[in-house]
């Protein structure tokens, strides 16, 4: 069910009781990109439109999350979010916060907090969770929490799991570390329960995601379909074929143009992936 919880002057909408189907964005440009995960901020303002529109025929409500944390997210969406009065939860990777020139600073996700936005965590440095060491995870999951809360005054409850990739050794680290809202990169149901948490499913934003893909989404409810279905599937063999490095690789070279030199120092400082697909390249 949708929050109900009035933050700012961002409006409630008038669709409360519809099932939520939460989208996931990473970097919103004005100028064109090659990033997969780059969306033109016209399209943007498109999907901020049928976000905030009531159609009659819709079965489930779309709300806006971001991760990552990268600058765009503040120098382009922001204006589009506050002009159509719409909150958005920043799942933002703590330890780049005011460290890299590609992510926003402290002071940007507290004029963001003061807008009425949610500030939640997406780790410390983006670790694939579930091959983490005990201390890993624990930095992970911790610093992030303690760290944000310390910096905004405000709580922080919910993570956006870095390359979507968990276990239940992870969710278990989760709640003990003081979540209690997982949200994941699955498809379907919407919301679940698990470990404690309550785990919600995303839709992936791309670079060509239109605005009538989305209101297809609404129209259905977000029941994926069947070839959204067979994708994930295969996409999930070709996974476990290749392994976790030689995958990040691959969607590297799918999602970016070139496979590129995939370097910590590198990927620390720009932080330019696909991250729901390439945590490997953060370790
Ligand atoms: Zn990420």
Sequence with gaps: MVSKRVRGDLEERPEMSLPVLYLNYHEIRVEKSPYLYSLPADEFDAH??????AAVDARAALRITFDDGHRTQYETAFPVLTRHKTSAIFFVTAGFTGVSANHMTWSQLRELADAGHEIQAHGWVHRVLPTCTDAELDEELRRPKETIEDRLGRAVDALSIPGGRFDARVLEACRNAGYLRAFTSE????????????????????????ASTLSGWMRSGGSPTVG?????????????TLGDERYHRLWCLLANGNSGPISQAVAAADCAWPHDE??????
């Design 187 to 210: 498809l379907w149901p919407p919301a679940w329960e698990q470990n404690g948490l309550e785990m919600f499913s995303r839709r992936g934003i791309l670079r060509r995601t239109s």
């Design 278 to 283: 390439c945590g490997n390249g953060l370790r």
């Design 228 to 240: 959204a279905r067979v994708l994930r599937q295969m996409k999930a063999g070709v996974r476990r």
């Design 48 to 53: 901020l439109r049928l976000v905030r529109a």
